[in-house]
């Protein structure tokens, strides 16, 4: 005959801060960003998550600027950490980006116009003028970070192995190195 040991029964605090526990480490959300604006400081050393800001006292003024020649393009990238905004400041811009369910929204800004681009999206602009055009753009963290795809796809260290390449787009060996060399490789 087996014997059975009774044992206690937590009490309800412990079961209550078990399942508090658990909810808040399966639906936490990433961090907010440190500070609210970032100017790297180039003269530093670079650390893990690359060069560190400058202390905020130091900082004059922090804007990304981006000038596009006329066809300039801005590849199709990710920033995994951060939304992007925008506004043009002069010229005219096809920007677009693609959703989860992989629907294009695009349109041609101009001068004034400002645009959204939500963290993790595949987007691009390209300058659709014969002149030149301008962005500034901001990024709502520190560290967007930025996946470039053509470069990531194609110009890897190691590189990504051809086979993989040609199935994933379908196609032809002889199509991949062709890419590939355009960059030089």
């Known amino acids: ?66 000038d596009f020649t006329p066809g300039g393009v801005n590849p199709p990238n990710i920033h995994p950490c951060a939304t992007e905004t925008g506004v043009v400041m002069k010229g005219k811009l096809l920007v677009g980006f693609v959703t989860m369910s992989n629907v294009l929204h695009s349109k041609v800004l101009k001068a004034g116009d400002m645009f959204v681009i939500p963290r993790g999206l595949v987007h ?40 993989v390449l040609t199935k994933a787009f379908q196609v032809d060996e002889k199509v991949v190195s062709g890419i590939k060399s355009k960059f030089g490789f």
Do not use: H, W, Y
């Open 1 to 66: 005959m087996a014997t059975m040991i009774a044992l206690p029964r937590p009490p309800f605090f412990a079961i209550l801060l078990l399942i508090v526990l658990l909810l808040s480490t399966c639906c936490s959300a990433d961090p907010d960003p440190q500070q609210n604006l970032c100017v790297v400081n180039l003269n530093a050393s670079i650390s893990v998550n690359g060069f560190p800001c400058k202390p905020v006292p130091e900082v004059k003024i922090s804007m990304n600027r981006v």
């Open 124 to 163: 691009f602009q390209r300058n659709v003028r014969k002149g030149k055009a301008l962005v500034i753009a901001a990024f709502n963290s520190q560290l967007p970070g930025i996946v470039v795809l053509p470069t990531t796809l194609f110009v890897s260290t190691p590189p990504i192995p051809n086979d």
